[in-house]
């Protein structure tokens, strides 16, 4: 080993028969020849930067010629996915477009949300004939740590029953940029209690989350509802005289989750920001099944708190009936996969 390394050093950098490893460096490196040694001696040998970014300036476009094919064999199937979802819906692409400028670009993206929500999560509605053909009704839900759920219900609505779902959002919604056109395209209003009434007044189905962003940041895998007494929803039912459709999306926790730790400062900068801070990681590709119960119909003799109760409730029951508690991203994988029911208690 000795010999061997000793060569190759005086063939690379020796000269005319000498060497350029001094008597003194051979003395020390016969003393003991171990790997230590060969680690030491190397710091005598110059390393040829310049040869090595030849290298890897002549072998670059190799690497270039395999990897680009790659790139575009994936863009060629997420181009033929799209042309799949296109002609699935093409007959309601088509009509929409023909009638109005925004219905028609809320066809469209609500095809690819359709498709996406099947092919991520399996996604599923139970229940979406309790949506009204026509007419209008206030639907109330169980805000995640993302909506995505909402989403999927709202594309369902668009592509299988005809009807866009007006939706709440909070102001912050209006001030990301970017979003605004979102925003027009689907007519979400920040609402008040008038406004919204006068949604419903018109025959629309409005959404709204009670729980809002509060609900989305600092609800847990427990699905308690995080409503703070708010009852300005039941005001909007009273006041337009419509029913209340609650609504629940099995497993939308596994989905998104928001950080557990540091709640207090959580809750301390959005108490002092309304904005939502908290972060959010997720994105596992779990069971989601998005439950719609029946409509609790106007009741004249109800008071704004009654009704919020009984709302509340309602989505209570659908958590309890279709909710593992606390919620487990494993067992939403595993129902993603294997469809028998299983406990929902832990």
Same mark, same amino acid.
Request: charged share 20%; proline share 5%; hydrophobic share 45%.
């Given at each position: 080993?000795?010999?061997?390394?000793? /060569?190759?050093?005086?063939?690379?950098?020796?000269?005319?028969?000498?060497?350029?490893?001094?008597?003194?460096?051979?003395?020390?490196?016969?003393?003991?020849?171990?790997?230590?040694?060969?680690?030491?001696?190397?710091?005598?040998?110059?390393?040829?930067?310049?040869?090595?970014?030849?290298?890897?300036?002549?072998?670059?476009?190799?690497?270039?010629?395999?990897?680009?094919?790659?790139?575009?064999?994936?863009?060629?199937?997420?181009?033929?996915?799209?042309?799949?979802?296109?002609?699935?819906?093409?007959?309601?692409?088509?009509?929409?477009?023909?009638?109005?400028?925004?219905? =028609?670009?809320?066809?469209?993206?609500?095809?690819?949300?359709?498709?996406? =929500?099947?092919?991520?999560?399996?996604?599923?509605?139970?229940?979406?004939?309790?949506?009204?053909?026509?007419?209008?009704?206030?639907?109330?839900?169980?805000?995640?740590?993302?909506?995505?759920?909402?989403?999927?219900?709202?594309?369902?609505?668009?592509?299988?029953?005809?009807?866009?779902?007006?939706?709440? /959002?909070?102001?912050?919604?209006?001030?990301?940029?970017?979003?605004?056109?979102?925003?027009?395209?689907?007519?979400?209003?920040?609402?008040?209690?008038?406004?919204?009434?006068?949604?419903?007044?018109?025959?629309?189905?409005?959404?709204?989350?009670? =729980?809002?962003?509060?609900?989305?940041?600092?609800?847990?895998?427990?699905?308690?509802?995080?409503?703070?007494?708010?009852?300005?929803?039941?005001?909007?039912?009273?006041?337009?005289?419509?029913?209340?459709?609650?609504?629940?999306?099995?497993?939308?926790?596994?989905?998104?989750?928001?950080?557990?730790?540091?709640?207090?400062?959580?809750?301390?900068?959005?108490?002092?920001?309304?904005?939502?801070?908290?972060?959010?990681?997720?994105?596992?590709?779990?069971?989601?099944?998005?439950?719609? =119960?029946?409509?609790?119909?106007?009741?004249?003799?109800?008071?704004?708190?009654?009704?919020?109760?009984?709302?509340?409730?309602?989505?209570?029951?659908?958590?309890?009936?279709?909710?593992?508690?606390?919620?487990?991203?494993?067992?939403?994988?595993?129902?993603?996969?294997?469809?028998?029911?299983?406990?929902?208690?832990?």
């Amino acid at each position: 080993m000795y010999s061997a390394a000793v /060569g190759v050093v005086d063939n690379v950098y020796g000269g005319d028969g000498g060497s350029v490893v001094s008597d003194d460096i051979l003395d020390s490196f016969q003393a003991t020849d171990n790997a230590t040694n060969y680690v030491w001696m190397l710091k005598y040998v110059d390393v040829d930067i310049d040869y090595a970014r030849w290298l890897g300036w002549l072998f670059t476009p190799v690497l270039a010629m395999f990897i680009l094919p790659s790139v575009i064999l994936i863009l060629l199937y997420l181009s033929a996915l799209f042309l799949y979802i296109y002609k699935w819906h093409r007959h309601r692409l088509l009509d929409a477009y023909e009638r109005d400028f925004w219905e =028609g670009g809320r066809k469209s993206l609500a095809a690819l949300w359709d498709a996406q =929500g099947w092919l991520w999560h399996g996604f599923e509605v139970v229940g979406l004939d309790n949506i009204p053909e026509d007419g209008p009704a206030l639907i109330v839900f169980y805000h995640g740590a993302i909506p995505i759920d909402f989403y999927y219900v709202l594309s369902k609505c668009i592509l299988f029953k005809g009807r866009l779902i007006r939706c709440v /959002g909070d102001r912050f919604l209006f001030q990301v940029p970017g979003w605004s056109l979102l925003m027009e395209a689907f007519k979400v209003l920040p609402g008040t209690v008038q406004s919204c009434a006068n949604i419903l007044k018109e025959g629309n189905v409005l959404a709204i989350a009670p =729980g809002g962003v509060f609900e989305a940041q600092f609800g847990t895998s427990n699905y308690q509802l995080l409503w703070k007494n708010r009852v300005g929803f039941a005001k909007v039912a009273l006041e337009a005289k419509v029913p209340i459709i609650p609504m629940f999306t099995q497993n939308i926790r596994e989905a998104f989750r928001s950080f557990s730790w540091g709640m207090r400062f959580w809750r301390w900068l959005y108490a002092k920001t309304h904005l939502p801070l908290v972060p959010i990681y997720g994105f596992f590709p779990v069971k989601m099944k998005t439950y719609i =119960g029946k409509p609790i119909p106007y009741d004249p003799s109800n008071t704004p708190e009654m009704l919020a109760q009984q709302a509340a409730h309602a989505i209570e029951n659908l958590i309890k009936e279709h909710q593992r508690v606390p919620g487990s991203v494993f067992h939403a994988l595993i129902e993603r996969f294997y469809k028998k029911e299983v406990n929902k208690s832990a």
